[in-house]
């Protein structure tokens, strides 16, 4: 299991074992380089053990509190305080006090107890299988298909994968392999094992009455503070610079807090989706360093790179653009600071200010109005140039059910008819089943939210980040997944966070007056790939392992003449669906050893 995380923990390996029981770890060095920081720790007795992944921002403060109590230390890493905060107060009084991103495991030899626990956002990930009254866990999966772990395909993860472009936190590419749920502690006793939730974020929109200049004012004193808090590090930090809203925000507060940081930005030469430019302007505006990394368009399309450095079958094209500047940075950086988490929280897609203008007509419109809707849609839908107007009345008069068909991407495979026996029979993952409400039209922000959360950002934006930074040995570190600023935002009523029709109002406030206008609204690009572009240019080679024979249609997944006829069509029209791009993912990964479907 240690090798397969041998890229996650370069600089170190432990083991430590008890009748029947081991723990196993590889470090990577952050907090205390000294062999006093090596891993599993134990308490003094050696009776209970820890191995841990991410870092725990307020350590120093448990520490003063817990020595206050009469317990000593032996080194300066925040690990430590995980061992002598679960003997002081055991795990259910420690989890409350711990701010930060992680995933442990404590062994209790004296109880004969294994205590699992992943941080409130799921920053962090952690897998694990029962198998035969014991328990393997692991932050990989590769690390647990190492021990035996892990059954066949799982039909209905391929299905979500199909549908999202990765397979979401509530299932496993691989059957009998769960992920600990956000928020989540399991312990397990005796071959048994109990999981359950101790914290979980603020209902939406659900505080009080707040004005927007209070809500700007203490977004930007959160923010500071969770900036500060991750500068805690003894190896060089450096932080991702897009030119946005979010990551000039990040900058601007290790400007303020007088942190001499250098900034990365992702370079994509001539092609539109281009931020260097504007990176550097607010770079040299903040006087910070700053570094372009350039992705080299006629490189091929770095699959194999993908696949090692996520366990699932995962298409998200800004993935690329993480591996891209994490395998650049590594040699300068150890830890990066990163803007991820600010369009999630304080709305900036597109989708939330839909779902809040539908919600407001939604609270404004009788009930008897949605009752005709199912009636007079189909003379709507008759008339192609009213499909926009249609889908908005869908969610204004049906909620999260119909919001979430429109985004059901896997319906292009059906129509082309390229799905095999083998996905028959799989359901659809998402919404597509949930039904119409008006209910929930009349609270769809709060919907949106809550379903942008449990499947794209804790099951693409989270291990996309992780995946591709620790891949080459980085941490990283998202001062916008602070749980206190998650747990501030998320109460704000729609009204503030979306004030004018303007996506994130509060954060655009912020950077109005910190970084100017130009920067507050500049349109949202990010760290991605232009994918589509360079499948029918650059990459049209990637193509051809699509036209068979391959994985997908030896196994059954796909009809190989159907996906041949849509290859063919994309080259032909010279734009290549993201679809395709998918499938081009699923095949590499198929292909390179995954076993066989059930």
């Not at 590889?26 to 209970?48: E, K, N, V």
């Not at 260097?276 to 091929?300: C, K």
């Not at 929280?345 to 779902?355: C, D, K, S």
Request: glycine share 10%; hydrophobic share 40%.
């Amino acid at each position: 299991m240690l090798p397969a995380m041998a890229r996650r923990g370069p600089d170190g390996e432990g083991i430590h074992e008890w009748p029947g029981v081991a723990l196993g770890h590889r470090r990577l060095s952050i907090l205390d380089l000294s062999p006093a920081g090596a891993q599993p720790m134990l308490s003094t007795d050696g009776r209970t053990g820890v191995t841990f992944n991410g870092c725990i921002y307020n350590f120093r403060e448990i520490r003063s509190e817990l020595e206050s109590r009469g317990r000593r230390f032996r080194s300066q890493c925040d690990t430590e305080i995980l061992v002598e905060g679960y003997m002081e107060w055991g795990l259910e009084k420690l989890l409350p006090r711990l701010h930060g991103m992680f995933a442990f495991a404590i062994w209790d030899d004296k109880t004969q107890t294994l205590s699992m626990a992943r941080d409130r956002l799921g920053v962090k990930p952690l897998l694990y299988a029962e198998t035969d009254g014991g328990l393997l866990f692991a932050s990989t999966l590769k690390a647990l298909r190492g021990a035996g772990a892990g059954g066949s395909v799982d039909v209905e993860a391929v299905r979500e994968f199909l549908e999202l472009a990765f397979v979401t936190d509530r299932r496993c590419i691989l059957e009998g392999v769960k992920k600990l749920p956000p928020g989540h502690f399991l312990e397990w006793r005796q071959g048994q094992s109990t999981v359950r939730k101790y914290w979980d974020l603020p209902s939406f929109g659900d505080g009080p009455a707040t004005s927007f200049e209070n809500a700007v004012e203490e977004t930007e004193r959160l923010l500071v503070e969770a900036v500060r808090l991750r500068l805690i590090s003894d190896v060089p930090i450096g932080t991702l610079l897009s030119g946005g809203i979010d990551s000039g925000l990040v900058c601007w507060a290790l400007k303020k807090l007088n942190s001499n940081v250098r900034a990365f930005t992702v370079g994509v030469p001539g092609d539109p989706t281009d931020e260097s430019n504007d990176a550097a302007t607010v770079a040299r505006q903040l006087g910070i360093e700053h570094e372009v990394v350039q992705i080299d368009q006629d490189a091929a399309a770095p699959l194999d790179e993908l696949n090692a450095a996520y366990d699932e079958p995962f298409a998200s094209t800004s993935a690329l653009g993480v591996l891209r500047v994490s395998r650049s940075v590594r040699s300068k950086a150890t830890v990066l600071l990163t803007g991820d988490g600010g369009d999630d929280v304080f709305p900036g897609y597109r989708f939330f200010l839909t779902a809040w203008q539908a919600q407001l007509f939604a609270n404004r419109t009788p009930r008897f109005v949605a009752s005709m809707w199912p009636l007079l849609r189909p003379l709507v839908a008759a008339v192609p140039k009213l499909s926009a107007g249609r889908n908005f009345l869908d969610y204004a008069l049906g909620g999260i059910g119909p919001f979430g068909r429109v985004r059901d991407k896997a319906g292009y495979f059906e129509d082309q008819g390229m799905m095999g026996p083998a996905l028959g029979h799989a359901r659809p993952a998402c919404l597509t089943s949930v039904p119409a409400s008006f209910d929930s039209a009349r609270r769809l922000l709060a919907d949106v939210f809550q379903y942008h959360r449990t499947m794209h950002f804790t099951s693409e934006f989270l291990p996309k980040v992780d995946g591709g930074t620790m891949y080459y040995s980085l941490e990283a570190r998202a001062p916008f997944m602070d749980q206190k600023l998650w747990e501030f935002a998320a109460t704000l009523p729609g009204e503030v966070h979306l004030r004018g029709g303007q996506m994130k109002a509060v954060l655009r406030e912020i950077a109005r007056r910190h970084l100017g206008p130009e920067v507050a609204f500049r349109r949202k690009q990010g760290f991605t790939v232009p994918v589509e572009r360079w499948l029918a240019t650059h990459w049209k080679g990637e193509l051809e392992v699509l036209r068979g024979p391959n994985a997908l249609t030896r196994n059954g997944w796909f009809d190989q003449r159907s996906l041949s006829r849509a290859v063919e069509d994309a080259v032909a029209a010279g734009s290549v669906p993201n679809q395709l791009w998918y499938l081009i993912v699923l095949e590499n990964w198929m292909s390179r050893g995954a076993p066989g479907r059930g």
